[in-house]
């Protein structure tokens, strides 16, 4: 009786305001989805991280557009460590990158992939749930790290033990102990620090061929 009678109550209304309930029901579902994932990403630990805890801070707006200056004159696939809700592997998808993004927590991988989906560029854009320690990132040739410092001395190492001359590794929020970065942006929590590998390494002059860049 209840069903039928909102049925009926509906109907007169279906191809308008039912269009337009089902929408705000669809939004509110999302952002009682979203109060969940802060809740369930705020206090998660990876275990591979040695205990490390590892709270999910989204990347400001002013972090994004520090990274993605970072890209410019860059091509090749691009991942980001660490990535989230997946605000930068979209940002890098717009900006015509292939971008890959590793996340631990399953509930922020669905959603990137959500928002990834309602901002038609899923198909240049994969999240997967893994571990970063491992999986091998030599593929890449642009890197995006949001970490913590006590990660950072063994994900240097790793890196370097993998990437190609031509890799270009930026770093958020906290720098790299050892390397010294060939280009900064922002300030404060925004700052953003760019390594280039072959620098790092002192790869010989013909590497700079296979990406050349322009210095600003």
């Given at each position: 009786g209840a069903m039928s009678e909102a049925g009926a109550r509906e109907s007169p209304e279906r191809d308008g305001g039912g269009r337009s309930r089902w929408?705000?029901?669809?939004?509110?579902?999302v952002g009682g989805s979203l109060v969940a994932l802060y809740a369930v990403a705020t206090p998660f630990v990876a275990p591979a991280l040695r205990k490390v805890c590892l709270?999910?801070?989204?990347?400001?707006a002013a972090q994004i557009q520090n990274v993605l200056k970072m890209l410019e004159n860059r091509s090749g696939p691009l991942v980001d460590i660490g990535s989230g809700d997946g605000r930068i592997v979209i940002a890098a998808a717009k900006m015509g990158f292939k971008a890959v993004g590793y996340e631990l927590n399953?509930?922020?991988?669905?959603?990137?992939?959500?928002?990834?989906?309602?901002?038609?560029?899923?198909q240049n854009t994969r999240f997967y749930i893994s571990d970063l320690w491992k999986v091998s990132f030599s593929r890449y040739r642009n890197i995006v790290?949001?970490?913590v410092p006590q990660m950072m001395p063994q994900l240097e190492k790793k890196l370097e033990e993998e990437l190609e001359c031509n890799a270009r590794i930026i770093a958020c929020r906290f720098p790299f102990p050892c390397w010294v970065p060939d280009h900064t942006a922002g300030e404060g929590?925004?700052?953003?620090?760019?390594?280039?590998?072959?620098?790092?390494?002192?790869?010989?002059?013909?590497?700079?061929?296979?990406?050349p860049e322009i210095e600003s």
């Open positions: 929408g705000l029901l669809v939004t509110a579902a709270p999910f801070v989204p990347a400001t399953p509930w922020l991988v669905w959603y990137s992939r959500y928002r990834a989906w309602r901002d038609g560029v899923h790290v949001f970490g929590i925004d700052t953003v620090w760019a390594y280039d590998l072959k620098h790092s390494r002192g790869c010989e002059t013909k590497s700079l061929e296979i990406t």
